[in-house]
């Protein structure tokens, strides 16, 4: 492998690692082409700094920002461009120091999973298969009963709250349950003491 090969690769893996990156490309912030933005992310960050010598850190984490902003309508504001325009600003350093062991060693510790190099849209995963998704993880979630007794019928609200008041928490009306736009609110009670 040729030493900008190496380069490219490790930046591929760490963009490709970068969570903020992962979620924008999943949602398709970017739009329809945001999987190719990503990739010419990589592309664009290896020939801006092998054209430069004096990009630091600070300069590539306002860089990355920008791009975010711009291509991926995303405002990261996590820490992590500071922690992914190090990385990236060290192993260019090794890259340019002809430190490709070191360099070679670091990209194969970095986990090789990611959104970005999953499969392309259209290759099994539909909208379709996403809505089945979410209505089966619903109905899994609404079978679920709040106690241990499986004789008490799981939907009755009167017997949710009556369970929930014996675990020492406040009684839930079924006004607060479920209001009429679907939506469950959950207020903080008193518990009962003991005496």
Not at 42 to 69: H, I, K, P, R, Y
Not at 73 to 97: M, P, T, Y
Not at 138 to 151: C, F, I, P, V
Request: glycine letters at 6%.
């Amino acid at each position: 492998m040729s030493a900008f090969s190496l380069f490219y690769k490790s930046i591929e893996a760490v963009l490709h690692n970068w969570t903020a990156l992962q979620l924008a490309v999943a949602h398709s912030s970017g739009g329809a082409q945001s999987r190719e933005k990503a990739e010419w992310l990589v592309g664009a960050t290896e020939q801006w700094l092998t054209e430069n010598n004096d990009v630091d850190s600070l300069e590539l984490e306002e860089f990355l920002e920008d791009v975010m902003s711009s291509e991926f309508n995303a405002i990261v504001d996590d820490g992590s461009l500071a922690e992914v325009a190090s990385k990236i600003c060290q192993f260019c350093g090794w890259f340019k120091n002809s430190q490709l062991e070191k360099l070679n060693a670091a990209v194969d510790k970095l986990p090789k999973g990611s959104v970005l190099t999953s499969s392309q849209p259209g290759e099994g995963d539909s909208d379709d298969d996403l809505s089945m998704d979410d209505s089966n993880m619903m109905n899994h979630m609404n079978a679920l009963e709040l106690s241990k007794d499986t004789e008490k019928p799981a939907h009755s609200a009167d017997s949710n709250s009556s369970n929930l008041e014996e675990n020492g928490v406040a009684k839930v009306d079924a006004e607060q349950m479920e209001e009429d736009d679907g939506w469950t609110t959950v207020t903080k009670g008193k518990k009962k003491r003991g005496g």
